[in-house]
């Protein structure tokens, strides 16, 4: 048995490919009460009773996760993150334990286990973990039995403090990737309340359209711009491992959305794969600052140390020596970084920090853009149209993103949609 190590990407215990086998992952709505988890149960047993060996990965019931995270808030202003880690992995012991029960009661053998007895190894930070590892022999081992394995999501166990980890909220489709990397499942099912991918958020444009398959690189692009059908770190995983996913509804039948190699994939017409939104960051800029070597440097190292997610950044050309820095970063960090920010202006001898937390981010995401010239003329074409100003523009070869005032984000959405409806349908009859 080999364990290979890659930068940045868990390392993953290699047994084999094992034909037949099957991870299926539940979210949190599709296990929403007992009956819900009874229909689960009932799922996976018909899976293993067409031969499969299942693995299955649930998520806490319904609201259980928000609920947990109350309570702690309700105890402690700032929960130590250890006990939060305690207290939120939980959830999912108690959604995997209780259809592991209503398996045993359909007549087959069933085993639940924590992310640690799952052998999940993460590193030692609380609340964000990162899998470094993950050691499924006894997964193996139960599966040799014939049982249907339930592993809890979204948490592990560090290998330096022997603590329990979590890996943020959403995790348990990282939990269920990895665990099919591991076992070299034939795929990874994530069953969840929408029927798949859409090339916009439906509740926005009604009339978005499901994709049948989308790659790994555009899936990549659109979960960090704001689509929120898996974390992103799970498609990192399942790009570096060439995991076959599929995203498919719990409550109504369907193919869902098959995500994988762009080559393996039938992209033909493949231009757009979707218009994604985002309102949960804030555009701060640090006005005047030297125009000399390292400023961006020192500023950016600075908040990368804090664990500051940075995006967008675009500085102008300088004036008199001076520049203006502006950048995107979560709102939920504004706390930890804007005091930095302050005392790094001052350093710096700038002028001032100023933070707008009401914009949204709209982005356009495609592979077919690398080869067709125009796409981003086109979306600021739709964007002027519709009179909504662009504040901030950055583009990667199969995205271009504008910042806009947040209370325009639905129509901006809609706007950009339609403009590239036709693209959208053509690679949907493709
Ligand atoms: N229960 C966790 C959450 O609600 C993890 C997950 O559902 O993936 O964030
Ligand atoms: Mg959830």
């Avoid at 799952?118 to 964000?128: C, E, K, W």
């Avoid at 770190?233 to 076959?244: H, K, L, Q």
């Avoid at 005392?343 to 937390?357: F, S």
């Amino acid at each position: 048995m080999t364990t290979l190590h890659f930068e940045a990407v868990p390392s993953v215990q290699l047994l084999g490919r094992t034909p037949g086998l099957v991870v299926m992952k539940f979210g949190g709505t599709s296990v929403g009460d007992t009956d819900k988890l009874k229909r689960v149960a009932a799922r996976l047993v018909a899976a293993h009773e067409e031969g499969a060996k299942v693995v299955a990965v649930l998520s806490a019931m319904g609201h259980t996760t928000d609920e947990l995270i109350r309570l702690a808030h309700e105890v402690s202003p700032e929960p130590h993150p250890r006990e939060y880690d305690m207290l939120v992995s939980t959830g999912e012991r108690i959604s995997n334990a209780l259809c592991a029960m209503a398996i045993h009661d359909l007549g087959h053998e069933a085993v639940s286990f924590t992310g640690s007895q799952a052998g999940i190894v993460t590193d030692a930070s609380h609340t964000r973990a990162k899998i470094v590892e993950v050691r499924a022999t006894r997964i193996h081992d139960a599966l040799a039995e014939n049982r249907i394995v339930l592993v809890a999501g979204f948490q592990g166990v560090s290998s330096s403090t022997h603590d329990v980890t979590t890996f943020g909220r959403g995790g348990s489709d990282t939990t269920a990737v990895a665990l099919a990397a591991a076992l070299g499942a034939d795929a990874c099912e994530i069953f969840t309340d929408v029927p798949g991918v859409f090339t916009a958020d439906p509740r926005i444009v009604p009339d978005a359209l499901k994709l049948d398959t989308v790659s790994y690189e555009e899936m990549l692009e659109m979960s960090a711009s704001g689509a929120k059908v898996m974390a992103l770190r799970s498609i990192e995983i399942a790009r570096s491992y060439g995991v076959r996913l599929r995203v498919r509804s719990t409550f109504v039948d369907g193919a869902g959305t098959w995500i994988g190699e762009e080559g393996d994939l039938v992209l033909e017409k493949a231009i757009i794969s979707g218009v994604t939104h985002d309102t949960s960051e804030a555009k701060v800029s640090i006005i005047g600052v030297p125009d000399r070597p390292g400023v961006a440097a020192q500023v950016f190292r600075e908040l990368a140390a804090a664990g500051v997610n940075i995006d967008m950044i675009v500085q102008n050309s300088s004036r008199d020596g001076e520049a203006t820095i502006s950048f995107t970063m979560p709102k939920t960090d504004l706390p930890v970084a804007r005091p930095m920010l302050e005392r790094l202006c001052a350093d710096l001898g700038g002028a001032q920090v100023e933070q707008d937390a009401d914009i949204a981010k709209v982005s356009l995401i495609g592979a077919g853009m690398k080869s067709h010239p125009g796409v981003a003329a086109d979306m600021f074409d739709a964007l002027a149209e519709a009179g909504i100003n662009i504040e901030i523009i950055s583009t990667s070869s199969i995205r271009v993103s504008c910042v806009i005032r947040a209370a325009e984000v639905e129509r901006a959405v809609r706007a950009v949609h339609e403009r590239f409806r036709a693209y959208a349908e053509e690679r949907v009859r493709a």
